[in-house]
């Protein structure tokens, strides 16, 4: 099992920042990435950004050039920075561990971003 947990969210205004951060532990070995998702009140999860254990990153198209996208791999760990915030940015985001053998998808309990004045 891989256990992940998240943390770093809160409220913050619009065009303030926030950095995430995802912990994996447990059965790490054969990860080979990770992600960042979130989901709306209403709307379906939707991914935010992807990491590669070699360091490639993918982005939604709503959240390029504002979040960044980073990982420890010493430490098992993955950030989310968000700069820019706006109000639909406001959701659970969730990590994903992805490995090669099962489970192949581990989530985290989520962490709540509110961006409101």
């Known amino acids: 099992q891989v256990q992940v947990v998240e943390s770093g969210g809160g409220l913050v205004q619009p065009g303030g920042s926030l950095r995430l951060s995802c912990a994996a532990s447990?059965?790490?070995?054969?990860?080979?990435?990770m992600d960042w998702y979130r989901q709306a009140p209403g709307k379906q999860r939707e991914l935010v950004a992807s990491?590669?254990?070699?360091?490639?990153?993918t982005y939604a198209d709503s959240v390029k050039g504002r979040f960044t996208i980073s990982r420890d791999n010493a430490k098992n760990t993955v950030y989310l920075q968000m700069n820019s915030l706006k109000p639909e940015d406001t959701a659970v985001y969730y990590c994903?561990?992805?490995?090669?053998?099962?489970?192949?998808?581990?989530w985290g309990q989520g962490t709540q971003v509110t961006v409101s004045s």
């Open positions: 447990g059965s790490i070995f054969s990860i080979y990435a």
């Open positions: 994903n561990v992805r490995r090669s053998i099962a489970p192949y998808d581990s």
């Open positions: 990491i590669t254990r070699g360091g490639t990153t």
